[in-house]
């Protein structure tokens, strides 16, 4: 494993024993300030400055499309997304399932080697090293926990993920994260939020995407991102995905 950029040393004055008992209580947490201040600074200007962002959006029960920052170059591609954030649109005005937000797909960048040893790769690699791994087992309880996935998402003006329940157990899926990596003092009205809900659709809980946060929740679970409006003056960035059994 590379140890070029040290963009990823875990807080060790985190109360794992008090963040397991809520875990366990509610089936999801918020561990806050779970990188050193230093590192997690390091990272969000790194994540800032060297992700080529692509879109990633989904209409309905169509497929999930994924467009790469430089397919969006290609006036066809670009006709192409554009047709289908229309379709975004009228999904999501119709109660249908739907989502759209900037993303790069790190692991898959990794596994095709689109920039070996880059700054991407260096940190699936340390989501994945044993001592994260095993501070996940702790709060979690999950003892078999082998291995994450990840993406690092953008949610800016007009972005948002619908609700929905993250269902893929045969993929090994037992814990969601969000790494909230938002400098700014984020506010309320900024939207962004990861929200939970109950089967009669009621909010029971919602995550502020605070700077430096680390979200865990079980799966499956009803939640979804909220819109963020066109005045907020930030876009919401964080890394995401999946700790898996298998």
Do not use: C
Not at 12 to 19: C, I, K, P, V
Not at 50 to 59: E, I, K, R, V, Y
Not at 167 to 194: C, F, H, S
């Amino acid at each position: 494993m590379s140890d070029a950029i040290d963009i990823f040393k875990v807080n060790e004055a985190l109360d794992t024993s008090g963040l397991a008992d809520e875990f366990s209580s509610k089936r999801r947490v918020q561990v806050r300030d779970v990188l050193t201040s230093e590192t997690a600074r390091a990272l969000r200007d790194a994540l800032a400055r060297q992700t080529p962002w692509g879109l990633a959006m989904q209409a309905a029960d169509g497929e999930p499309r994924d467009f790469h920052a430089g397919d969006l170059k290609n006036r066809a591609t670009i006709n192409e997304a554009q047709t289908l954030d229309q379709a975004v649109q009228e999904a999501a005005g119709t109660g249908q399932y739907a989502f759209r937000y900037a993303r790069f797909p790190m692991l898959q960048a990794y596994l095709e080697r689109w920039n070996q040893g880059g700054l991407h790769d260096i940190l699936i690699e340390h989501i994945n090293t044993e001592p994260f791994l095993e501070l996940v087992r702790q709060i979690t309880g999950i003892s078999e926990l082998r291995k994450a996935d990840g993406q690092v998402t953008l949610f800016g003006p007009q972005h948002f993920l619908g609700l929905h329940q993250d269902q893929q157990l045969d993929e090994g899926w037992r814990i969601a994260y969000v790494l909230n990596m938002t400098t700014l003092e984020w506010k309320p009205d900024w939207g962004g939020y990861l929200l939970f809900f109950d089967e009669e659709g009621d909010v029971v809980e919602g995550f502020m995407p605070r700077f430096n946060t680390l979200n865990l929740f079980a799966v499956p679970q009803q939640h979804s991102v909220s819109f963020v409006p066109p005045f907020a003056p930030q876009g919401r960035i964080a890394i995401s995905g999946w700790f898996r059994d298998r």
